[in-house]
């Protein structure tokens, strides 16, 4: 996906340059999934495919109903299916899993090609190929394990919201897809709105843990679900719990880029400044002298061996 | 100075190895840098690119750790640590300040280089298995995400180590003239030998 106009790019990865500000603050958009009303179709799978023009290769059954069984460098969402026992009750937990779109985005933190990815004044996390060199740091940075990084081009991929659709107005291909509404898009203080009813709507027949999933450990997120078991979202077949953007991720993208140029640029002056007061470490006259006498006791012949 | 009595320090495929290894480490921090800090990401230019950069750092890492390898068995036994490297360590302000008078004589390698060696080898390990995990192309499915975040940190951190003991290791050679033609023609003048490596020197006119 190309970028949109750059007077709309909020964040560009490995950049120092301070973004264009000149614009209103824009509006953020956000994709709420209701998964208590998710009948696990797949039609958002196959909109996704068909929009963005991706062929996903035919794979093998795994006797569950995921498929394919993981996010693909193609298959830029896909239902996850979850069988949750509790006492008598069993409930079948489906849950579209794609791009969360963080607020504070650790792929783009950890992304060392400039402008290989951008987040979009809307809130959307796009990666910009054409600039992806393939090293694999978007996958290190993700909190939910979304990117893949393609074994044909060598580039990472994931779902880009539509950033295209968007972009004119358009809801993304899987809101417009789904036959039951379990997609919904729109601003994402709308969506919150929303969200409130539907969780009332679930709190009233007995879920009395439903909640909105909009973690702000990634400072919330532009795709946010409703959860009937908003207390436990690692049931949706391991949705985390409370996502972060790993310290190790923190420690290797922060604080020891500068540290380890200051150490290195330090190394250079010291040692630059220990030659012009110490001066060279020559050797002297005398021991000159000395080395050259026994050199010449030397009993094996003289030179290169 | 008499250009004859010159000793022998390096044979012809020791300083080839070496210059391998010199070689390989110089184009990994350039490559490696260049992926590290968005401000040295120019560096990529040198390589052909980003993903032409990101192909190639980790075949140089190859050929730097097997040539590596040929420095680490040359030279180990010579660089094992006895007392006479302590009592170095302890007048390290002296030699630094280029007063070494009444220090013990030393043999083929001073203290400090004895640790560039040992720091290295250490090192160059550690860079070379977090490289593996961190090598998506053809290890990216046997390790997790979170080994690939330490292995990341931890190459980082050598890498920096690395470069830091390159930049100790190439200032020395500049600073004690007469060092670098033991790389360069593998012979040292006698005075040079007197000077910093006395014991050395005389184990080598004794033999036969």
Known sequence: ?305 | MSENNVVSRYTTAARINHWITAASLILLALSGMALFHPSLFFLTNLFGGGQMTRAIHPWIGVVLFVSFLGLFFRFFALNLWNRDDTVWMKNLGAVINDREEGMPELGKYNAGQKLVFWGQSILILLLFCSGIVLWDVYFADYTTIDQKRLSAVVHALCAIGAILIWIVHVYAAIWVKGTLSAMTRGSVSGGWAWKHHRKWFRQEVGKP
């Open chain 1, 1 to 305: 996906m190309a970028t949109l106009q750059s007077l709309d790019i909020r964040r560009r990865s490995a950049s120092t340059e301070a973004p264009p500000q000149i614009r209103q603050q824009g509006l953020e958009v956000a994709k709420l999934i209701d998964v208590s009303k998710c009948i696990g179709c797949k039609a958002c799978q196959a909109a996704c495919l068909e929009w963005n023009d991706l062929k996903q290769e035919i794979g093998y059954t795994d006797g569950t109903y995921n498929n394919p069984t993981d996010l693909t460098p193609a298959s830029w969402t896909v239902m996850r299916f979850t069988e949750y026992e509790h006492g008598d009750d069993l409930e079948w937990l489906i849950r579209k899993d794609g791009c969360m779109h963080c607020d504070d985005p650790g792929c783009l933190k950890a992304c060392p090609a400039p402008g290989a990815i951008v987040q979009y004044t809307n809130g959307i996390v796009d990666f910009v190929s054409e600039n992806c060199i393939g090293c694999g740091y978007c996958v290190k940075g993700c909190p939910f394990n979304i990117p893949r990084i393609s074994k044909a081009d060598h580039k990472a991929y994931k779902c880009t919201l539509c950033s295209d659709r968007v972009s004119v107005g358009q809801a993304p291909a899987c809101a417009k897809a789904c036959p039951t509404q379990a997609i919904y898009f729109g601003s994402k203080q709308d969506m919150i709105v929303h969200a409130e009813h539907r969780i009332t709507d679930l709190k009233s027949r007995g879920f009395k843990n439903a909640g909105l999933y909009n973690p702000p450990g990634v400072g919330g997120t532009h795709v946010m679900y409703v959860l009937h078991h908003a207390d436990k979202p690692s049931l949706y077949a391991g949705l985390p719990d409370d996502p972060k953007i790993s310290p190790m991720v923190g420690l290797w993208k922060g604080i020891l880029k500068p540290i380890s140029l200051a150490a290195i640029a330090f190394a250079g002056v010291f040692g630059f400044l220990h030659y012009i007061t110490k001066g060279p470490n020559e050797v002297s006259e005398a021991d000159q002298r000395k080395g050259d006498e026994l050199a010449a006791d030397q009993t094996k012949p003289r030179g290169h061996s």
